[in-house]
């Protein structure tokens, strides 16, 4: 299984991104799709979680409202729109994917697949 990301980059506080993350392989990590972020010295940060039907999605308190998450199955893509983006969202986002129960959407080590990564730097 691969997952490629995309879109991230640089911009100014209160600005929007759309990353993109595209799998390749074992249609099983169509289970759940997700975004994690990590910045240096700090702990990888579950972001957005989304199963399948594309119906169910979790979001980290710091982004509710300003994020969302979406699947095109189609495409086996899963987007993330990031808008009203803050310094502090700096960071490099992660896709992830596997078979993952909606209360551990956010707990990394239970994905086996992940991308390499995007950096998105928002400056203030």
């Known amino acids: 299984v691969q997952l490629v990301e995309s879109g991230g980059g640089s911009v100014q506080a209160g600005g929007s991104l759309r990353l993109s993350c595209t799998a390749s392989g074992d249609p099983y990590t169509k289970y759940c799709m997700a975004w994690f972020r990590q910045a240096p010295g700090k702990e990888r940060e579950g972001v957005a979680g989304?199963?399948?039907?594309?119906?169910?999605?979790y979001y980290a308190d710091s982004v509710k409202g300003r994020f969302t998450i979406s699947l095109d199955n189609a495409k086996n893509t899963v987007y993330l729109q990031m808008n009203s983006l803050k310094p502090e969202d700096t960071a490099t986002y992660y896709c992830?994917?596997?078979?993952?129960?909606?209360?551990?959407?956010?707990?990394?080590?239970?994905?086996?697949?992940w991308g390499k990564g995007t950096q998105v730097t928002v400056s203030s």
């Open positions: 989304i199963w399948g039907d594309g119906r169910s999605a």
């Open positions: 992830a994917a596997g078979p993952v129960m909606p209360y551990q959407w956010s707990q990394g080590d239970k994905y086996p697949y």
